[in-house]
């Protein structure tokens, strides 16, 4: 199976997330978090029953994975529930664009040129007409928690941009370890569940919705996505993954029912213009 076909299932996969996260947001997030990422490690259980050294990682490998696959998703979670669900889930997109502005300061080697600025600058004003899109109805309404809410989104981008980047720093592991990481990261999110969330009980339609959100774009997606990286050209494959928020963005509309506003194209444009400049201009 070919590169580019593995990365355009953890694609599809992907555009699934923040549709699945909105129908779910009343539940705890971290009770979310978990039980979908201990889901989403499910495949790689078999591997480890017929060798250990499926999820032999170093400490260092480990915690980066926990960091990406367990902030990653809260911070996303806490968003969507907190800010308009079709902006926050475009505001968490700049992270194609962040991993080339972070690519100098954290992979040696690699400088910033001028397109990158650029490149920079459309992308925030992308998240900026999300944001100010999303205002008016928060305003009309009297509520103001939208605006905090793009906080967690923008965190998340940057949180996975970062972890995308680490794994360029750390030792290679086989695509097995990603269970690890999702199967630690979802223990330690319930334990959080545990202690900080009230409880709650899980209608059946929320147990079809769990398991479809881990065993998709919380499981199978990261795997799908390591299998392409490893197999293909880097660059090539982040082109792709640009389709991600438009994919998104489209069907959290078609979930939510919202209209599709000016606003909401404008900021999709500049975001993805601006992630395939970034890239570019390697």
């Given amino acids: 199976m070919p590169a580019t076909a593995y990365a355009l299932l953890a694609i599809a996969l992907w555009t699934t997330l923040a549709s699945l996260g909105t129908a779910l947001s009343h539940l705890p997030p971290f009770l979310l978090t ?9 495949p790689s259980w078999p591997l480890v029953a017929r060798d250990r050294r499926a999820w ?3 400490p260092r490998t480990l915690a980066l994975g926990i960091y990406g696959l367990f902030g990653y998703h809260f911070l996303l979670f806490i968003a969507l529930r907190h800010a308009p669900p079709v902006e926050a889930n475009l505001v968490n997109y700049l992270w194609p664009l962040l991993m080339v502005v972070l690519a100098p300061v954290l992979l040696p080697g690699v400088s910033l040129r001028p397109l990158h600025v650029v490149a920079g600058l459309l992308g925030f004003a992308g998240a900026a007409a ?10 009309a309404a009297g509520n103001t928690r939208g605006y905090w809410g793009f906080l967690p989104a923008l965190a998340s981008a940057f ?15 086989p695509t097995s370890a990603i269970g690890l990481f999702g199967l630690v990261s979802g223990v330690l999110s319930l334990g959080c569940h545990a202690v900080l969330e009230p409880s709650v ?11 479809l959100c881990g065993l998709g774009p919380l499981g199978a997606a990261f795997f ?9 050209d880097a660059r090539q494959i982040g082109i792709l993954s640009y389709i991600t928020p438009l994919g998104s963005t489209a069907l959290l509309l078609l979930v939510t029912g919202r209209p599709l506003t000016w606003t909401i194209v404008l900021a999709a444009w500049l975001i993805v213009s601006a992630a395939v400049m970034g890239t570019r201009a390697r």
Avoid: E, H, Q
């Fill in 159 to 173: 949180v996975w941009a970062s972890y995308s980047l680490g794994t360029k720093r750390v030792a290679a592991f």
């Fill in 201 to 211: 009980a899980l209608s059946a339609r929320d147990v079809v919705l769990l398991a």
């Fill in 34 to 42: 978990g039980v979908a990422l201990v889901i989403g490690s499910v």
């Fill in 130 to 139: 999300a944001i100010l899109g999303a205002s008016g109805g928060a305003t």
């Fill in 56 to 58: 032999k990682v170093p």
């Fill in 224 to 232: 799908a996505w390591d299998m392409a990286l490893k197999r293909g």
